[in-house]
């Protein structure tokens, strides 16, 4: 491999790693998401009360943060569309429809991927 191209590459690779140090969690967060809102995912989202599952919601494809209509700020608040898993079998069952939704920044909820 030619001296040059292995400096360069290899220079490439560090101003890359420094711009990515650089950027705070939130940007890095945001750099994440749009990676994988663009490779697309399998959603699930599970509503807790106590250790108790109450809600579902599968094939979500992102959750969003809500920004004020006025001022573009963050509101306290999350929100996306999934089918809602009904019976809570992790399946999205005839007759469970595809359905909007929100979550409070309080509430507890784990978002992950589904894993079959």
Request: hydrophobic share 35%; aromatic share 10%; net charge neutral.
């Amino acid at each position: 491999m030619h001296p040059v191209m292995t400096r360069s590459t290899l220079a490439a690779g560090l101003a890359a790693l420094l711009l990515l140090s650089a950027c705070t969690q939130e940007q890095q967060n945001k750099i994440s998401r749009d990676i994988q809102n663009w490779t697309g995912t399998d959603g699930v989202l599970e509503v807790y009360a106590g250790d108790k599952v109450v809600r579902r919601f599968l094939k979500v494809d992102k959750i969003s943060t809500a920004l004020g209509t006025e001022d573009s700020k963050p509101r306290s608040y999350r929100y996306g569309y999934g089918v809602l898993d009904e019976n809570l079998n992790m399946q999205a069952d005839p007759g469970e429809k595809k359905v909007y939704f929100e979550v409070s920044d309080f509430s507890n909820t784990v978002f992950f991927e589904n894993p079959r």
